[in-house]
Structure formats: C-alpha cells, structure tokens
C-alpha cells in the first residue's frame, strides 16, 4: 500500500500542494482526480522522488520509499516522451533493465508487452515512425514493462478516442486483478467514472473528497433527478427538491435522497408521455462542486 | 540493484545509439581517410624535393654542365641540366615551369617572375669558375695548379649545441596533438550537451529519472559518450600514426615519438573532457530546445580557446611563466600542458600538480554541476537561470 501523507509543497508564491493525503491499495484502482493545476502532477512526482514536498513523506506499506522500491513502480509521466529514434523494442528493453531486470528478464517482458498492445510487427519500428496512438500504447508499456507493484499514470485517457479508452480501462482493470495497486489522475471527472474504484478528489493542494466510489455515492444525501414529458424538459415545484440547475439545454433537479420518486413519476404521468425520467446518485463532478461548494 | 549497474546502462546506451548513427559513422570514416591521403602526399611532397632545372641555350660555356654540378653541390642542392636548340624555346620552357631559369648565350639569366637567389648564386659560381679556369690555361698553368688556386680550404663548423633531430617532428607531432585535443573536447563536450537537451525536449527525462538518481544519468551520458571519443581519439590518432611511417627522417623513430604524444593526447583528453563535458551537461540541462542551446554552447568554448591558443605560444616557447602558470592550472591546463610535454621536458612534479589540481576542480565540477543538472532538468520552457537551478535543490 503506497501512502502520501500530508504532502506540502510550494513552488515560491504558488502552493503546489497543502496537506494532501491518500493512499493507494494493492489490487484497486485509484482516480486522482481534480481540475488543472490542483497539484496532482506534483504529488505524483513526489512519489518517485522528482519533486522533494517541503513538508509530508510517502511510504510504502509503512516504511519510505528507497530508491529500490521506487524500481518497483512504474511512472507514465503527463508529459509523455521516449527516445525518438530508437526503436520501441530496444526503449522496452532498456527501461527493464533499468529497472532491475536481467538480460532475459527483460526480453521476454518486452516481447510480451509488444504482444499485448499488437505492436509485435512495429517492434523495430523507431518510436518516430509510429502513430500518435501507438506511441502513447509504446508510453504505457514502458511504464509497465518492469512488472510494477504499483503504477502511477498521469492523465493517461487524455487524448485517448472512445475506443482507446476502452482498451485502456480493461488493461488497468487486468493489472489490478493481478493485485497491482493503480493511480491514475484525471481532470475529466465524469469521463473515468467508470474507470476507477476508489476516487480521491484534489483541489488547490488539498484533499476534498476520498473513498470508494460506491461508498461516495451512497454516502451522498443528494440524487440527481432529472425528467422529460413529451421529449421536453419537465420542471414543476416538487417537494424536497432543493435545486434546480439548468446545464447544456437539459433540466437537473438535486434532490434529496429520501425524496418520493413514485409521486413524481405519477405527477409527471398526468402531465403526458414521460420520455425521460432519472433518479441517480451524484456523479464525480457533482461531489467535486458539493465539496467545494460551488 | 547496483547504482553503478545502472549507469553503465545508461553509458551503454550513450554509446550504442551514437556510434551507430550514420553521420557519425561516415564523417569517421572520411576524416581518418582524409587524414591516410594527406599524409600520403605529405610524405610523396618531402620525400622528392624535384631538382631545379637550369636551362641552356645558345653559346654556353665548355664544361658547364660538370661547373653547375659542382656549385650546387656546394649550395647543397640539385640541379638538373636541360639544352634547348635556341633562345625562344628555352623562354617557353621557363614559361611554362618546365625549367626555373634559362642561361641564355652564357650572359643572361630568363626568369618567369622574380629571380631565385640561390639558383642565380648557383649560376654565377659555375660561370665564374669557368672563366677563372679559361684564364688561368691562357696563364699557362697546369689543371692542378688552377684548382689549388680557385678551391680555397673549406671552412670548419662547429656546433656549440648538438642540434637535436627530433625537435622539428615532435614541435608537429605536438600541434597535431593540440589540435585533436580540441577538436575531441570540443566535440564530445558538445555531444553530451546535445544528448542532455534532446532527453529534455523529448521529455523522455521524466520516465528516466522516475527509474534513476540524477548523478547516475549525468555519470552515464558523460562516461558512454567519453568512451566514444575516446575511441574517436585513439582511431583518428593511430590514423595520423600510421601515415607518419611513410615519412623519413634521418636519426628520428618517428613511430616512437608519435606514440608517445598519442598516449599523451589520450590521457589528456580523458582528463579534458571529464572537465569540460560536465560544464556542457550542466549548460544542456538549462535548456529545453535544441535552438536554444547556442546561448549557452559558447561558454565552455570561451573557457577552452585560452588554453588552446597558449598551447600554440607554447609550441616555441615552452618555458615561458605564461605557459608554465597555465599548463598547471584549469582550465587551460588540460590544453597546456600536454603540448609542453610533447616539446620540452616537464619535471614530474609539475605534472602531478596539474594533474591533481584538474582532478580536484572537476571533482568541485561534478558536484556543481550535478547539482544544476539535477534543479534544471524536470524544468520545461524557457532557459532556466543558472541560479534558480542551484536554488531549486536546496
């Protein structure tokens, strides 16, 4: 289990981070998740040492990091970037072996890694001469090709299409299940929803949210309702409904959890055909805006 | 897992992608082929100085040939006879540089621009004797009595100072060494710069660090591009070595005094480069883009060309207190004093001392400047100052 505890770091006026902890479990996924320049990349770099938190420690199941243990990690840095004219199987081997791994080790591992993201006919390939997509498949296999304990992806859906994500999400899901502890940071909140077990929310340097999703979402006193009458946004005064927020066109209701939703489904029924009706816990986004109060 | 370990892979990948990049390869290859062709005319150029071609038309003198034999002989030069049927033809051939000089009617030398002093000396005796000789048969005297008269007893010559044959070949060899020592730590100090800010435009720094100490990548870049000059050194040198054994030098192993001035250049280039080429890596952390990097490539190049231009002074004066002040101490030592090595005996213990005391700065060198490597590297963007890289390790 890799804990951050109470990590400060200040780069002259601007605090990078102010007192974020977390903690990552083996054999789960973690979205660490936030708006731009909450600090995230920061208390990723903390992780491995590259940045030094003025004040805070990260441990490995209780003890700090070594820079043997953080050979036992894999990083896949935001600002993504290999060697451009070496060829991917050699950039595959030569992380191994930095890591730790022997001669054949790190072959083998290189070879399989090629095979799972289907890039064994690009091996000698240079990095530059693959696709964009390619090359962030080549980024994650670096990341992963020491066989890690722990991965730490920053932003890795980003720039990703519907299809790469998917793909992304199983891979992640596959480590997991072979008990690898997984951070991965994201901005688009509702974008990884699906993807993450567990969910620590960063703002401004500070921790606002952590927990497993579903305890997150049950915990929430909020629902979100949202209805539709003949394919148009429906929205009386309801009891217990304590807000109405109209975003993009559509009509949302932040509803109480104990709210009687077979009322309003009958209201609505006697209005007209209902098209739409939604009563669902809050989205990551939701509980970003709750924590924060926006 | 050994940090040592580490670094060597690092170094071994320094290596590998260099030497196997084809510019480098072939700019190798044509310079140690440029290098066997020149010495080859080199050698073809010294070792047959053409004899100068006098030539003759019209009236000449009896015996004129065996005169200029003679009076070049005295000059220490030779000379080579040519008859031509008349004057017109004789001036075309010095014309056209077939002949340096035409002796026309035995009264008048033809030049194609300025006359040739020694040549004219030449000519002149050769004639003189033979008119002194035609003078002397009119007087009525016998051959042997003419020449006890016009060959007076030759001087005697005496050497103070034994001159020492090998002076002019090892002043040579010694520029030969200074130049390649530049040139090598120049460029490879200028490799490991550009490896530095390649690894941070392409981002790959992160990824690497994330695995590895900064110390280690520093150690790594500049020991794997070390080993490549070193190897660029001893191919290019053993090339210039291997073209010196076509020349002759009468009572000179030129081999030998090569030899040792390459081991020289060899040992000081690994000291000039572990120097110079943590300066260039330092610099190349400082910046993110390759455009960039003229702003700061010129600082390590003022810091060389001192001491390169002193290993020029001290080519023909290896004594004086500028050379021996600077042949000890950085920067301008690693430049210095192996040219004062190649032309003078240096006392060992001013050897030592420049020795100890560039090991020492460099020791300081790597310190400093792992120190603004390691606060620099992970800064994209603009050019970091130099400050904030040491402050940003604190």
Not at chain 2, 160 to 187: K, T, V, W
């Amino acid at each position: 289990m890799l804990s951050c505890v109470e990590l400060e770091k200040r780069f002259g006026d601007v605090v990078a981070l102010d007192g974020a902890t977390f903690e990552v479990q083996p054999g789960r996924i973690l979205g660490f998740l936030g708006p731009n320049g909450a600090g995230k990349t920061t208390a990723m770099r903390c992780i491995f040492g590259l940045v030094r938190p003025d004040a805070g420690e990260v441990l490995w199941n209780g003890e700090s990091v070594t820079p043997e243990q953080c050979l036992r990690f894999g990083y896949m840095p935001e600002e993504r970037g290999l060697y451009p004219k070496m060829t991917i199987r050699e950039q595959l081997v030569y992380f191994a072996r930095l890591s730790g791994l022997g001669r054949t080790e790190a072959n083998e591992s290189a070879d399989r890694w090629l095979e799972t993201f289907g890039l064994t006919d690009r091996a000698s390939s240079k990095l530059e001469q693959l696709s964009h997509g390619n090359q962030q498949r080549v980024q994650l296999a670096v990341a992963l090709v020491h066989d890690p304990v722990l991965a730490v992806l920053d932003e890795p859906f980003s720039g990703l299409d519907p299809i790469g994500m998917e793909a992304l999400s199983e891979t992640l899901h596959a480590l997991a299940a072979e008990g690898v502890g997984i951070i991965f940071s994201s901005h688009q909140l509702d974008l990884v929803e699906d993807v993450c077990e567990d969910a620590v929310i960063i703002h401004e340097g500070r921790v606002v949210v952590t927990g497993s999703l579903a305890d997150l979402r049950a915990r929430s006193e909020h629902r979100r309702l949202v209805i539709e009458v003949d394919g148009q946004p429906w929205a009386p005064e309801i009891p217990g409904v304590e807000r109405i927020e109209i975003r993009k066109g559509k009509v949302r209701y932040l509803a109480r959890q104990d709210t009687g939703i077979d009322e309003i489904l009958a209201m609505a029924q006697r209005e007209g055909e209902v098209t739409r009706f939604a009563f669902e816990p809050p989205s990551l986004s939701d509980l970003f805006r709750e924590a924060v109060g926006r | 897992m050994s940090g040592l370990r580490q670094i060597w892979y690092i170094a071994v990948r320094e290596l590998k992608q260099r030497a196997r990049s084809r510019a480098f390869l072939i700019t190798m290859v044509l310079v140690v082929g440029l290098v066997l062709l020149t010495g080859q005319l080199l050698a073809h150029e010294m070792r047959d100085p053409a004899p100068s071609v006098v030539g003759i038309a019209g009236e000449a003198p009896d015996g004129i040939d065996t005169a200029l034999g003679a009076a070049a002989t005295a000059f220490d030069m030779d000379v080579e006879v040519r008859h031509y049927p008349d004057a017109a033809t004789a001036e075309r051939a010095v014309k056209d540089g077939e002949a340096e000089v035409a002796l026309v009617d035995g009264s008048s030398l033809v030049w194609k621009k300025d006359p040739d002093v020694t040549l004219a000396a030449v000519v002149n005796g050769a004639l003189n004797e033979i008119a002194r000789r035609d003078e002397a048969a009119a007087l009525g005297l016998t051959p042997e009595q003419v020449s006890a008269l016009v060959s007076p007893t030759p001087l005697t010559n005496q050497r103070l100072e034994e001159e020492d044959p090998a002076e002019g070949p090892r002043r040579i060899g010694a520029y030969i060494g200074s130049l390649l020592l530049y040139m090598a730590i120049l460029m490879f100090g200028q490799f490991v710069m550009m490896g530095v800010t390649e690894e941070k435009s392409s981002r790959v720094v992160e990824v690497v660090l994330s695995r590895v100490r900064p110390y280690q990548v520093l150690a790594g870049k500049v020991i794997g591009i070390g080993l490549l000059g070193l190897a660029q050194v001893i191919i290019l040198g053993g090339a210039i070595l291997l073209s010196l054994t076509t020349f002759e030098i009468a009572d000179v192993s030129l081999p030998s005094l090569g030899g040792s001035i390459l081991l020289s250049v060899v040992a000081w280039f690994l000291l000039g480069y572990a120097f110079y080429s943590v300066i260039y890596a330092a610099l190349g952390a400082t910046v993110s883009r390759q455009e960039d990097i003229q702003s700061v490539a010129m600082i390590p190049v003022l810091l060389l060309i001192p001491g390169f231009f002193i290993s020029l002074v001290a080519l023909d004066n290896p004594g004086t207190t500028l050379v021996r002040i600077t042949s000890l101490l950085p920067p301008t030592s690693p430049m210095v004093m192996p040219t004062r090595m190649a032309v003078t005996s240096v006392p060992l213990w001013e050897v030592a001392v420049s020795v100890g005391l560039l090991l020492a700065a460099t020791y300081g060198l790597i310190r400093l400047g792992g120190r603004i490597y390691a606060g620099a590297i992970l800064r994209l963007g603009a050019k970091v100052r130099l400050r904030d890289a040491w402050k940003a390790t604190e």
